[in-house]
């Protein structure tokens, strides 16, 4: 019997159940990631019994290419977060106190 024990998450309700799958796909990602650095992911792929799992591998690999993309987004985001906040600290690191007064900024 297929190692396969879900559903489609979206019209998922139960925030437990959100939660589990929130985090077996981090670590899915964390584990993928990782043999992908070490240039392992193929032979590792190939060694699963995708039959057993109940899920053929195009269904994994289509998950973690789309995840990829979705982390990359999500990194350009954090970064441009980052840069303007860092920006604008640094514009408000050139003003004196009696322009931050002015402006109506705290010290």
């Excluded at 990782?34 to 690999?61: Q, Y």
């Excluded at 970064?79 to 514009?91: D, L």
Aim: charged residues 40%.
């Amino acid at each position: 019997m297929p190692c396969k024990d879900y559903e489609d998450l979206r019209f998922v309700r139960d925030e437990k159940l959100r939660r589990e799958n929130a985090m077996l796909e981090a670590s899915l990602c964390a584990i993928l990631t990782s043999l992908e650095k070490k240039n392992e992911i193929r032979t590792f792929l190939n060694d699963v019994d995708w039959k057993e799992a109940g899920v053929p591998a195009s269904t994994l690999f289509s998950w973690w290419v789309n995840h990829k993309e979705q982390d990359a987004k999500r990194r350009a985001c954090e970064e441009a977060e980052r840069a303007k906040k860092e920006a604008r600290q640094a514009a408000l690191a050139k003003l004196t106190p009696e322009e931050r007064k002015a402006l109506g900024l705290k010290d």
